[in-house]
């Protein structure tokens, strides 16, 4: 079996599938066809719900993967031909020629300015601005490499001009180059080329291409985006000035019968729309409007985030038909938009940029693509797959992830690429696998005695940090500071040409420490230490200030008073990195099996991923049988399967598998230890296990409104699903209600599925008796994706539809007739019933998780699931190391969603549980057991039981510190009352002479 695997696709989605694998030390070969990795997350100004920086975000992922030892990250690369079979591809590979060495380039842009050809049009850039014919592609380009647009290029076309090569002081132009071939040997592919976006010219009736003013969503990302044409000001197309007022409109592509449109939902463009609009607001005083069918918010704090932007930012939200057109004023180019408002009312508005918030469609070339990997697409052009294996194609040992299977936000990009590379992993590791070596690094310099001399990068972050902070003023002033002997600007920090020039500095210079003033470490610190390590430094003698989060963001407003700040937030990095010591991790042995809480369909998926890479698991599960939420209330099919056919095949799957243990009936009590070393303690045995997964899931909520277990005629979602199984229904007039439990005072969230079930039910019903009345009652609809299907049918079966305004209270039923206010005609309208189907949504037995979250120490959000370490990049993670989520857990989802986020999470723990040993944190609490007189205090106050008191070699009474329970939280430090705990990286002295110097420039 070949030990190898191919990505194809180097968005965000393959380098996540891409970093999981190589971190089970299996190699990858990366292979992306534009000249760089990021895909369009790299174009992107912020993410929601979090708002951070996209292109920031991303840059440690796409730092990690080019400098990852086992993956060879090939950019400007197509794959020519896939020949073999599961196991043992041959696959031929196409470098297309440069013209540019990138072994030999350095960026430095002097061919750049010297290219006589230009006004080309920015692909990157969406055509807003122009490039030459040899360019970067963009700021933050990954790998940051020339390349030479060939077509356009005087010197290769007739072989008149090279000028850049007369300027290359590296010699690194080469007109000669050719394309070239090889071949690799794979086990096993995963494809993730990405998606592109609909054509907005398709929709003449809003006049894109031909009024300036009227931009696509993506354009206006990059009109906001730091790095963008216009850093970060936007302004109005056609003038140059500040608009003053934009709308956007929703549904562009999507949701529509018409020639050239797609009938599915995109899934996205609602919350990114919302998220562009909050944004606007913060950087200018403009009014917006948001044109919308149905908001679309069913993920994880996206309810909140549509809340937000209505009640703080005052966005306005235009709930409408689909804007039927834009029109332009010839002389002044404002575009007008006619609409009905909440009254009914027609109305006339005037706006300065209009937004298409443009749909998803299958990348270019799918239908190729597809031809070449010998696996099939779906009717939509989109890769075929299956709810009961969504990570699979319709070749073995080929699989997919990102949006190329379906249109999905980041979030679920990164899951499931998570899970493709457990699918892709069990391909590959066998008996006779050899895990790739180690990363080597350069020999870590010795810096004990030797006076600091300290290297310091001040980051622009384009308008990010640069628009409010003086950041040529600050670097400046770092450069008479004590100990700093190098002092620079950097357009992007984290970019890898500034991570290469820091690892060269300290070689070149002789640094013994770095100082970074950028973003938030929370995202960006390990960047920084790798980049340290590979110059030859110990990784803990970086420090970061945080300059933007702490200035340029709060202090948007105040430029002046920002800059001082920043001065004085790099003057105390600068004092404590002079003080810093190296430190070292411990080694933690790591004990290779997993644990898995919760025997539903999630966390059956997940055991089995981990089982078939050769790891035994240990499934508790609570109840006296294996299947969960799935197998007792699930009676319909899905892709022509029964779903509780597909759970008893799963469960007979693990039950027969002997990597497997199933623990029936086991309630956990306590989860002591920590990554590679917990043990799970029921009430009958206790089970040491390396990493575990929770896959609790969730329960329907149980209804105490509309007399639901007294009123025969009202039942919900699940019990009608029961009785339709069981041919036991025999109503004739139906009325749905949704929102049952969900998007009220008390339970703000959506609870994504019910809007799907109660349509597979009322499709089920009028099939079966197209004289059967029945309707449906909402605040939105809300089938995402490609499950726009069960909306179109329902309507051309004869369901109707009544939507009432999400303010108002819920319809009323008085045991004959359903009453409600229907929006659309605005009136109350009354519906009689001899049936009331209420779609009760997903509770989180809340009372479960947080005894499981006490016992690990993990979070739960306010709305009661498990909160993961980061929203978009870490979704299966906690922040407690060696601890994992998935499923109705973390929040409600369909089945395929769960089984594709199980082997997300399985891939996760993989990463861990595949080790034979682990490092652990260096900066840590360490106990001076001369001063210690074991009063226990600093043990009462670990939230993270890493310190125990026991006695010492003397005999003395101490407190000793466990490095891999110990989270560097400072507790126990402060707690200390003989000041006897310090914490490494943070000690007393350090600490000190960064208050010192705040006080000196006071």
């Given at each position: 079996?070949?030990?190898?695997?191919?990505?194809?696709?180097?968005?965000?989605?393959?380098?996540?599938?891409?970093?999981?694998?190589?971190?089970?030390?299996?190699?990858?070969?990366?292979?992306?066809?534009?000249?760089?990795i990021?895909?369009?997350?790299?174009?992107?100004?912020?993410?929601?719900?979090?708002?951070?920086?996209?292109?920031?975000?991303?840059?440690?992922?796409?730092?990690?993967?080019?400098?990852?030892p086992?993956?060879?990250?090939?950019?400007?690369h197509?794959?020519?031909?896939?020949?073999?079979?599961?196991?043992?591809?041959?696959?031929?590979?196409?470098?297309?020629?440069?013209?540019?060495?990138?072994?030999?380039?350095?960026?430095?842009?002097?061919?750049?300015?010297?290219?006589?050809?230009?006004?080309?049009?920015?692909?990157?850039?969406?055509?807003?601005?122009?490039?030459?014919?040899?360019?970067?592609?963009?700021?933050?380009?990954?790998?940051?490499?020339?390349?030479?647009?060939?077509?356009?290029?005087?010197?290769?076309?007739?072989?008149?001009?090279?000028?850049?090569?007369?300027?290359?002081?590296?010699?690194?132009?080469?007109?000669?180059?050719?394309?070239?071939?090889?071949?690799?040997?794979?086990?096993?592919?995963?494809?993730?080329?990405?998606?592109?976006?609909?054509?907005?010219?398709?929709?003449?009736?809003?006049?894109?291409?031909?009024?300036?003013?009227?931009?696509?969503?993506?354009?206006?990302e990059?009109?906001?985006?730091?790095?963008?044409?216009?850093?970060?000001?936007?302004?109005?197309?056609?003038?140059?000035?500040?608009?003053?007022?934009?709308?956007?409109?929703?549904?562009?592509?999507?949701?529509?019968?018409?020639?050239?449109?797609?009938?599915?939902?995109?899934?996205?463009?609602?919350?990114?729309?919302?998220?562009?609009?909050?944004?606007?607001?913060?950087?200018?005083?403009?009014?917006e409007?948001?044109?919308?069918?149905?908001?679309?918010?069913?993920?994880?704090?996206?309810?909140?985030?549509?809340?937000?932007?209505?009640?703080?930012?005052?966005?306005?939200?235009?709930?409408?038909?689909?804007?039927?057109?834009?029109e332009?004023?010839?002389?002044?180019?404002?575009?007008?938009?006619n609409?009905?408002?909440?009254?009914?009312?027609?109305?006339?508005?005037?706006?300065?940029?209009?937004?298409?918030?443009?749909?998803?469609?299958?990348?270019?070339?799918?239908?190729?693509?597809?031809?070449?990997?010998?696996?099939?697409?779906?009717?939509?052009?989109?890769?075929?797959?299956?709810?009961?294996?969504?990570?699979?194609?319709?070749?073995?040992?080929?699989f997919?992830?990102?949006?190329?299977?379906?249109?999905?936000?980041?979030?679920?990009?990164?899951?499931?690429?998570?899970?493709?590379?457990?699918?892709?992993?069990?391909?590959?590791?066998?008996?006779?696998?050899?895990?790739?070596?180690?990363?080597?690094?350069?020999?870590?310099?010795?810096?004990?005695?030797?006076?600091p001399?300290?290297?310091?990068?001040?980051?622009?972050?384009?308008?990010?940090?640069?628009?409010?902070?003086?950041?040529?003023?600050?670097?400046?002033?770092?450069?008479?500071?004590?100990?700093?002997?190098?002092?620079?600007?950097?357009?992007?920090?984290?970019?890898?040409?500034?991570?290469?020039?820091?690892?060269?500095?300290?070689?070149?210079?002789?640094?013994?420490?770095?100082?970074?003033?950028?973003?938030?470490?929370?995202?960006?610190?390990?960047l920084?230490?790798?980049?340290?390590?590979?110059?030859?430094?110990?990784?803990y003698?970086?420090?970061m200030?945080?300059?933007r989060?702490?200035?340029?963001?709060?202090?948007?407003?105040?430029?002046?008073?920002?800059?001082?700040?920043?001065?004085?937030?790099?003057?105390?990095?600068?004092?404590?990195a002079?003080?810093?010591?190296?430190?070292?991790?411990?080694?933690?042995?790591?004990?290779?099996?997993?644990?898995?809480i919760?025997?539903?369909?999630?966390?059956?998926?997940?055991?089995?991923?981990?089982?078939?890479?050769?790891?035994?698991?240990?499934?508790?599960?609570?109840?006296?049988?294996?299947?969960?939420?799935?197998?007792?209330?699930?009676?319909?099919?899905?892709?022509?399967?029964?779903?509780?056919?597909?759970?008893?095949e799963?469960?007979?799957?693990?039950?027969?598998?002997?990597?497997?243990?199933?623990?029936?009936?086991?309630?956990?009590?306590?989860?002591?230890?920590?990554?590679?070393?917990?043990?799970?303690?029921?009430?009958?045995e206790?089970?040491?296990?390396?990493?575990?997964?929770?896959?609790?899931?969730?329960?329907?909520?149980?209804?105490?409104?509309?007399?639901?277990?007294?009123?025969?005629?009202?039942?919900?979602?699940?019990?009608?699903?029961?009785?339709?199984?069981?041919?036991?229904?025999?109503?004739?007039?139906?009325?749905?209600?949704?929102?049952?439990?969900?998007?009220?005072?008390?339970?703000?969230?959506?609870?994504?599925?019910?809007?799907?079930?109660?349509?597979?039910?009322?499709?089920?019903?009028?099939?079966?008796?197209?004289t059967?009345?029945?309707?449906?009652?909402?605040?939105?609809?809300?089938?995402?994706?490609?499950?726009?299907?069960?909306?179109?049918?329902?309507?051309?079966?004869?369901?109707?539809?009544?939507?009432?305004?999400?303010?108002?209270?819920?319809?009323?039923?008085?045991?004959?007739?359903?009453?409600?206010?229907?929006?659309?005609?605005?009136?109350?309208?009354?519906?009689?019933?001899?049936?009331?189907?209420?779609?009760?949504?997903?509770?989180?037995?809340?009372?479960?998780?947080?005894e499981?979250?006490?016992?690990?120490?993990?979070?739960?959000?306010?709305?009661?699931?498990?909160?993961?370490?980061?929203?978009?990049?870490?979704?299966?993670?906690?922040?407690?190391?060696?601890?994992?989520?998935?499923?109705?857990?973390?929040?409600?989802?369909?089945?395929?969603?769960?089984?594709?986020?199980?082997?997300?999470?399985?891939?996760?723990?993989?990463?861990t549980?595949?080790?034979?040993?682990?490092?652990?944190?260096?900066?840590?609490?360490?106990?001076?057991?001369?001063?210690?007189?074991?009063?226990?205090?600093?043990?009462?106050?670990?939230?993270?039981?890493?310190?125990?008191?026991?006695?010492?070699?003397?005999?003395?009474?101490?407190?000793?510190?466990?490095?891999?329970?110990?989270?560097?939280c400072?507790?126990?430090?402060?707690?200390?009352?003989?000041?006897?705990?310090?914490?490494?990286?943070?000690?007393?002295?350090?600490?000190?002479?960064?208050?010192?110097?705040?006080?000196?420039g006071?």
């Amino acid at each position: 079996m070949t030990k190898s695997a191919l990505v194809i696709g180097g968005g965000i989605a393959g380098i996540q599938a891409s970093l999981d694998l190589a971190d089970r030390d299996i190699h990858v070969y990366l292979v992306e066809k534009l000249p760089t990795i990021g895909g369009k997350m790299s174009r992107l100004d912020k993410t929601f719900p979090t708002n951070d920086c996209s292109a920031c975000i991303l840059s440690p992922k796409m730092a990690d993967c080019i400098g990852h030892p086992n993956i060879d990250t090939l950019t400007f690369h197509e794959v020519m031909k896939v020949e073999g079979k599961a196991g043992d591809f041959k696959v031929t590979l196409k470098s297309k020629a440069r013209y540019v060495d990138p072994e030999s380039c350095t960026a430095c842009g002097d061919c750049l300015a010297k290219c006589p050809t230009k006004g080309l049009s920015d692909e990157f850039e969406f055509g807003l601005t122009t490039r030459r014919a040899i360019y970067i592609p963009h700021a933050q380009a990954v790998p940051r490499v020339a390349i030479i647009d060939a077509l356009n290029c005087k010197m290769i076309q007739n072989g008149k001009c090279g000028v850049c090569a007369k300027v290359c002081q590296k010699k690194a132009i080469n007109y000669e180059d050719k394309d070239k071939e090889k071949v690799i040997e794979v086990g096993s592919i995963i494809a993730a080329p990405g998606f592109e976006v609909w054509n907005a010219k398709i929709g003449t009736e809003y006049g894109y291409g031909r009024f300036k003013n009227v931009v696509t969503a993506l354009e206006f990302e990059r009109m906001m985006c730091a790095s963008g044409p216009s850093t970060g000001h936007i302004t109005t197309p056609s003038s140059g000035d500040e608009p003053k007022k934009i709308a956007f409109i929703q549904c562009c592509g999507s949701r529509s019968e018409k020639s050239g449109w797609k009938k599915y939902c995109s899934s996205v463009c609602c919350m990114y729309a919302t998220k562009q609009a909050m944004i606007t607001k913060e950087h200018a005083e403009v009014d917006e409007d948001i044109f919308f069918m149905d908001i679309r918010s069913y993920g994880k704090e996206f309810e909140a985030y549509i809340e937000r932007a209505q009640n703080e930012y005052g966005i306005n939200m235009h709930r409408s038909a689909r804007v039927s057109n834009v029109e332009e004023d010839p002389k002044t180019k404002k575009l007008t938009i006619n609409y009905t408002d909440s009254n009914g009312d027609g109305v006339s508005a005037e706006y300065d940029i209009v937004v298409l918030s443009i749909g998803l469609v299958p990348p270019e070339g799918a239908t190729e693509f597809s031809k070449l990997l010998g696996i099939e697409l779906n009717e939509y052009g989109f890769c075929k797959t299956s709810v009961f294996r969504p990570l699979e194609t319709t070749r073995a040992g080929v699989f997919v992830t990102g949006a190329f299977a379906a249109p999905k936000d980041i979030p679920t990009s990164v899951a499931e690429a998570s899970g493709s590379a457990a699918k892709a992993g069990a391909y590959i590791v066998d008996a006779n696998f050899k895990p790739m070596a180690p990363k080597t690094y350069p020999a870590e310099k010795d810096v004990e005695g030797k006076e600091p001399r300290i290297g310091v990068w001040v980051c622009h972050c384009g308008v990010n940090i640069g628009s409010v902070v003086d950041v040529p003023a600050v670097a400046e002033y770092a450069k008479g500071l004590p100990y700093v002997v190098f002092s620079g600007e950097s357009k992007y920090a984290c970019a890898q040409d500034c991570l290469v020039e820091i690892s060269n500095a300290i070689k070149e210079q002789d640094l013994n420490r770095v100082v970074v003033a950028s973003c938030t470490p929370r995202t960006h610190e390990p960047l920084f230490r790798e980049a340290c390590r590979d110059g030859g430094l110990n990784k803990y003698l970086f420090n970061m200030a945080n300059i933007r989060d702490q200035c340029s963001w709060i202090h948007m407003h105040a430029h002046e008073a920002a800059t001082v700040k920043a001065k004085d937030l790099l003057r105390m990095a600068i004092a404590k990195a002079a003080l810093l010591e190296p430190l070292v991790g411990s080694e933690i042995p790591v004990t290779k099996v997993a644990a898995v809480i919760g025997g539903g369909i999630t966390g059956m998926t997940a055991a089995l991923d981990i089982a078939a890479q050769g790891i035994p698991v240990h499934i508790f599960e609570k109840e006296k049988e294996l299947g969960g939420f799935a197998v007792k209330n699930l009676y319909h099919k899905e892709d022509g399967k029964d779903v509780a056919e597909f759970v008893r095949e799963t469960i007979s799957k693990v039950e027969g598998n002997k990597k497997i243990t199933v623990h029936k009936g086991a309630h956990v009590k306590d989860i002591p230890g920590f990554v590679g070393n917990f043990k799970v303690v029921t009430e009958k045995e206790e089970i040491a296990v390396g990493a575990v997964l929770f896959a609790t899931g969730a329960a329907q909520y149980k209804p105490t409104e509309y007399s639901y277990g007294s009123d025969k005629k009202v039942m919900t979602v699940l019990d009608l699903e029961k009785a339709l199984a069981g041919g036991k229904f025999s109503g004739k007039n139906v009325a749905f209600l949704q929102c049952v439990g969900s998007r009220n005072s008390t339970v703000k969230y959506c609870s994504r599925v019910c809007c799907a079930a109660s349509l597979r039910n009322a499709i089920q019903i009028k099939m079966k008796d197209p004289t059967v009345n029945v309707s449906i009652i909402h605040k939105d609809i809300r089938t995402y994706g490609f499950r726009e299907e069960l909306f179109n049918k329902a309507s051309s079966l004869g369901v109707k539809f009544l939507r009432y305004c999400v303010d108002n209270e819920m319809p009323g039923y008085d045991g004959k007739v359903v009453k409600a206010h229907d929006s659309i005609l605005g009136e109350d309208v009354e519906i009689p019933v001899d049936t009331v189907v209420l779609a009760a949504g997903l509770t989180p037995l809340r009372e479960e998780k947080e005894e499981l979250a006490k016992m690990v120490k993990v979070p739960i959000s306010k709305d009661g699931f498990f909160f993961e370490a980061h929203q978009k990049l870490r979704p299966v993670d906690f922040a407690t190391e060696g601890v994992y989520v998935a499923g109705t857990a973390h929040w409600p989802k369909f089945l395929d969603e769960c089984i594709a986020q199980g082997s997300g999470a399985a891939a996760r723990m993989l990463t861990t549980i595949s080790k034979d040993k682990l490092i652990s944190e260096g900066i840590v609490a360490v106990s001076n057991h001369n001063l210690c007189d074991g009063c226990g205090v600093c043990a009462g106050c670990c939230d993270y039981n890493a310190i125990t008191i026991c006695a010492d070699e003397s005999g003395s009474v101490v407190s000793n510190v466990n490095p891999g329970l110990c989270k560097g939280c400072g507790s126990c430090v402060a707690s200390c009352p003989a000041g006897a705990m310090e914490q490494r990286g943070f000690r007393n002295k350090q600490i000190i002479a960064e208050i010192d110097a705040l006080f000196e420039g006071a």
